[in-house]
């Protein structure tokens, strides 16, 4: 079992960045896909981002992709998801998540198994 805690959330105006940390604890780390959700108020939790465990490969949710890039730094034991142009409706809890799941990148919350407990993302406009 892996243990992840995100930081690196905040507020901020529409058309900043922020990058988002994910720390995990725990030897297998880079045996993980990883993925990155959001959960806005009233709403369900939606896929973002994911990584193939060797960062060999990435898939994005249309309504991010080309503003938010995701990487991982194995030696590091972390993901992070850096994200650039922010609009209001990017406002939510971000939460990072692994999934033994390799036969390809999902974005199905269904197929991850360890999650954190999310950092808060808060852009004015």
């Known amino acids: 079992q892996v243990e992840f805690v995100e930081s690196g959330g905040g507020l901020v105006q529409a058309g900043d960045s922020l990058r988002l940390s994910c720390a995990a604890s725990g030897r297998t780390f880079n045996a993980y896909n990883m993925g990155w959700f959001r959960q806005a108020p009233g709403k369900e939790r939606d896929f973002v981002a994911a990584i193939t465990y060797r960062s060999g490969s990435t898939y994005y949710a249309d309504s991010v992709k080309g503003r938010f890039t995701i990487s991982r730094d194995n030696a590091k034991n972390t993901v992070y998801l850096q994200l650039n142009s922010l609009k209001p409706e990017d406002t939510a809890v971000y939460y990072c998540?692994?999934?033994?799941?390799?036969?390809?990148?999902?974005?199905?919350?269904?197929?991850?198994?360890?999650w954190g407990q999310g950092t808060q993302v808060t852009v004015s406009s």
């Open positions: 998540a692994a999934t033994n799941y390799l036969t390809t990148l999902t974005k199905a919350a269904a197929r991850y198994d360890s």
